[in-house]
């Protein structure tokens, strides 16, 4: 039995899966479990490597998942460590390969990519409300070219998961040459939505719980593209029945004293919850 993170309950290591669901992250991902409003309905593997490079991913997963066992859907989200150091190409032609050893390993696998955030350290938009930090690089050419691609690459190009918009918002600006107005894309450039604000230059991180979303927005690309008979539910839904009614959190009004209390209450069966994001 272990006391699994992601599904929040104790549970056998051998689920008896007829599928086993693989995220291999970065600093993105990491430990994003910790924060009480991550909880899945179903069991996945979550490995993360802090500062972790898509080649250390892929050695990753060769070392521990490429073996004969149930077919597996494996979920990549990497690459904010690798764009400033790699042409585009080049990184796609890694992905390509993760991808091709992984449909090796069993042809009913499935592979995906997610969409690459836009972070201030290495992109910057030009209707920021702000100037770029000294000596900055916009790197958004490669990211656009890389998110087109992997979408392509990844296995439902048309419900994808990308979390190219987070940390950016839309705002309405008048195009001096038509007079018309136009959408327009910025960061979000708080605290509420950068770790490392208001050191710009290394902003790379979404502050919590944004970061807390993160995965959730994996585990509806999950549930969204999974037939349900293939994904292990556990039995917690049934259990549920007979509990007073699930008490609503809007994710975006925790703040750090609020996350600490809930993560002490969630320990108590009695009590349910659901999310707003
Ligand atoms: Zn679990």
């Not at 994003?32 to 080649?55: A, I, M, Y």
């Not at 009614?245 to 349910?272: G, K």
Request: charged content about 25%.
């Amino acid at each position: 039995m272990v006391n699994c993170p992601t599904c929040k309950v104790r549970h056998n290591i051998h689920l008896g899966e007829k599928r086993r669901i693989i995220v291999l992250s970065t600093s993105t991902l990491h430990n994003t479990f910790l924060n009480p409003v991550c909880k899945s309905s179903f069991h996945f593997d979550l490995e993360t490597v802090c500062g972790g490079r898509l080649q250390q991913l892929h050695k990753l997963w060769q070392h521990y998942y490429n073996k004969p066992g149930p077919p597996m859907d494996v979920v990549i989200s990497a690459g904010l460590n690798d764009v400033a150091r790699m042409l585009p190409d080049q990184f796609l032609s890694l992905a390509e390969k993760f991808r091709s050893d992984v449909m090796l390993n069993n042809t009913d696998n499935t592979f995906t990519m997610v969409g690459l955030m836009f972070p201030p350290k290495l992109t910057w938009f030009p209707y920021n409300a702000s100037s770029p930090p000294q000596g900055h690089i916009d790197y958004r050419e490669a990211f656009t070219t890389i998110n087109e691609q992997l979408r392509i690459l990844s296995v439902y190009p048309d419900n994808w998961v990308s979390f190219e918009s987070e940390g950016c918002r839309s705002i309405k600006r008048r195009d001096p040459a038509t007079g018309k107005k136009v959408s327009v894309t910025q960061h979000n450039l708080s605290a509420t939505y950068w770790r490392e604000y208001p050191h710009l230059d290394r902003a790379l991180h979404l502050a919590e719980p944004k970061r807390a979303m993160l995965i959730s927005r994996i585990t509806r690309y999950l549930e969204f593209n999974m037939s349900p008979e293939n994904i292990t539910t556990l039995q917690r839904r049934a259990e549920r029945r007979d509990k007073p009614p699930p008490q609503v959190i809007n994710i975006n009004e925790m703040n750090n004293d609020s996350i600490n209390n809930f993560f002490i209450q969630l320990e108590d069966p009695e009590y349910d919850y659901e999310f707003e994001f």
